[in-house]
């Protein structure tokens, strides 16, 4: 079984600054890609921002330049930086840890979510 733990949600000022982390652990092969992704009442659940096992990252375009993604391998961690919040950041964030070599097809791992609000 695998776990997948978010964490540093909480209320913040317009203009302040947040760090999100997520760790996974238990029985998985071995995450490729990780992701942030944020979902609010009566919206689909959106990516915000990934990092590929690579290095690589994609953000939404309402993020850029004010997120930014990291990963400690070593810890099986995802972290996402946040800077300059707006009202429009708030929702939940969830992280998504992809195990391609998993399965039959490979499996997605989801945490729970984390709350951000933030206030204007």
């Known amino acids: 079984q695998v776990q997948v733990e978010e964490s540093g949600g909480g209320p913040v000022s317009s203009g302040g600054s947040l760090r999100l982390s997520c760790a996974v652990s238990?029985?998985?092969?071995?995450?490729?890609?990780f992701g942030w992704y944020r979902q609010t009442p009566g919206k689909e659940r959106e990516l915000v921002a990934d990092?590929?096992?690579?290095?690589?990252?994609y953000y939404a375009a309402s993020v850029k330049g004010r997120f930014t993604i990291s990963r400690d391998d070593a810890k099986n961690a995802v972290y996402l930086q946040m800077n300059g919040l707006k009202p429009e950041d708030a929702g939940v964030y969830y992280c998504n840890a992809d195990d391609p070599l998993a399965g039959t097809d490979g499996l997605d791992y989801w945490g729970k979510g984390t709350l951000v609000t933030v206030f204007s």
């Open positions: 990092i590929s096992i690579g290095g690589s990252t």
């Open positions: 238990g029985r998985f092969v071995r995450i490729n890609t």
